[in-house]
């Protein structure tokens, strides 16, 4: 099967790339360092001739809520007419969990956008929606800093690997469409509070953490459920937990 990384190069698309590589399909990691452009389209028709599967995980290489809105909603239909022109029979994206809820930042309009041109393209779909990543605690520990201590809102956390979620994306790639929205999330859900705080322990960071309900997240006021797949769902669970995934960083 021959399946196109968008993102390729990237944190998530080198792990796809390599994981699809070794089960034996024919893979191409796209992005402007080998020669494939979803803004101004050059090397997309090339790219994705005679591709079965389209996976996007790209991301917007700016911060401006216009700029990225602009990425997104240009790449994508980049993506689309270029798929409809070769034949493409499974558009796969990469969002966020909470996209929906999460309206007043910009990047997450953006990604609601990208989701909306995908579900109305015609080409069969799967959107991958994930929780935030262990990777990224450190951000979200820094946008909580005052001082020596760190104020998180009180909600629930249940981050997942890179690596989990490039598993489950070679998964959903190599599997049929689903025309719908899959969420994945990590194996373990606490406050977002207790999972910063324990690994700011790990990493030696003795400042304290606080569940503040009055805290915000990059700005946003979040409630409870914001960041975790919704109640009653039946998400994708990964397999690696917080102590798991900070011994294989210490490991290298």
Known sequence: MKIVIIGGTGRIGSKL???????????????RSTGVNTISGDGLDE????????????NAPAADAT?????FETSTNNLIVAEK?????????LSIVGVERMQPRGYFRAKQAQEKLVKNSGIPYTIVQATQ????????ASSGAKGETIHLPAVSFQPIAVDDV???LASVATSKPANGTI???????ASMAAIVGEYLKKIGDTRHVISDAHASYFGIELNDQSLVPPAGSSPRLGQINLETWFRQQQQG
């Open 17 to 31: 790339t390599g994981i699809l590589k070794l089960q034996g399909h024919y893979v191409i990691a796209a992005s």
């Open 47 to 58: 790219a994705l001739s005679n591709a079965q599967v389209v996976v996007d995980v790209s």
């Open 67 to 71: 700029a990225v809105l602009e990425f």
């Open 85 to 93: 022109k070769n034949g493409v029979t499974h558009h796969i994206a």
């Open 133 to 140: 990543f262990f990777e990224f605690l450190g951000n979200i």
């Open 166 to 168: 490039a598993a489950i």
């Open 183 to 189: 969420a994945i999330a990590g194996p373990e859900k």
